[in-house]
């Protein structure tokens, strides 16, 4: 069985304050990608990293993929109380197979 | 671009009755659909993978009598919960994955919340 370990589950924070999600697997993935959930709703794509070292930009978000492609974090910079949701990381390792997916990082960020 | 979407959006049914989900990739030619279930506060779980024209692969633990999946076309797959029992009542999500861009990328639908009385 292949696993994404995500960390931490559930994180309450301040606004304003800094946070870091976190992705790891022994597998090596062929991409990674980072979704958002919000209740009663699909989740949404953030980002795809593909290359090992990659990092991307969102506003305030901040993607890494590790040198080795087993490996992920998402960086959120002055969180606000619209951050707030359900953030999944899912590995792939291969074109048109099942998405390895996190259990899920459950963040609350609190005005 | 890549949008998936899903009906209904919302489903109340009696038990014993069978409810048809439909997810459709509105933008882009979808080669191979996922089906997954999520419980409430829980990451998603996947159901059945479902390659256009070919049969769906169906994970350990799901009875594929129970969920029939139906890829007729490549914007088109449908779930089927038959003869539905209350322990049904879930949250049922489609993605898919195209024929261009990240392949490996799958696009989620908005998800269909079955509750079955």
């Known amino acids: 069985t292949q696993l994404l370990e995500q960390s931490p589950q559930f994180l309450s924070i301040q606004e304003g304050e800094n946070l870091t999600v976190y992705c790891n697997s022994s597998?090596?993935?062929?991409?990674l990608q980072w979704y958002r959930q919000e209740p009663g709703e699909g989740p949404v794509l953030l980002v795809t990293?593909?290359?090992?070292?990659e990092v991307k930009k969102l506003k305030r978000l901040t993607f890494q993929f590790g040198d080795a492609r087993k490996d992920s974090s998402l960086h959120i910079t002055a969180a606000q109380p619209g951050d707030t949701g359900l953030y999944l990381c899912?590995?792939?390792?291969?074109?048109?197979?099942?998405?390895?997916f996190g259990k899920g990082t459950r963040l609350s960020v609190i005005a | 671009g890549a949008v998936v979407s899903q009906h209904p959006s919302r489903v109340i049914c009696k038990s014993g009755t069978s409810v048809k989900i439909e997810c459709r990739s509105l933008?882009?030619?979808?080669?191979?659909m996922f089906w997954y279930r999520q419980f409430p506060k829980q990451s998603l779980m996947l159901m059945a993978t479902?390659?256009?024209?070919?049969?769906?692969?169906?994970e350990q633990g799901v009875e594929k009598d129970k969920f029939l999946i139906n890829h007729a076309s490549l914007t088109l797959s449908t779930l089927t919960v038959t003869s539905a029992h209350p322990e049904d009542s879930s949250f049922y999500i489609c993605?898919?994955?195209?024929?261009?861009?990240?392949?490996?990328?799958?696009?989620f639908g908005p998800g269909t919340r079955l509750t079955v009385l």
């Open positions: 993605s898919a994955t195209g024929t261009s861009g990240y392949t490996d990328t799958q696009y």
């Open positions: 597998s090596v993935f062929s991409s």
């Open positions: 990293v593909v290359t090992g070292g």
């Open positions: 899912a590995g792939a390792h291969s074109g048109n197979t099942p998405l390895v």
């Open positions: 933008d882009f030619q979808a080669t191979t």
């Open positions: 479902s390659n256009e024209g070919s049969k769906a692969t169906y």
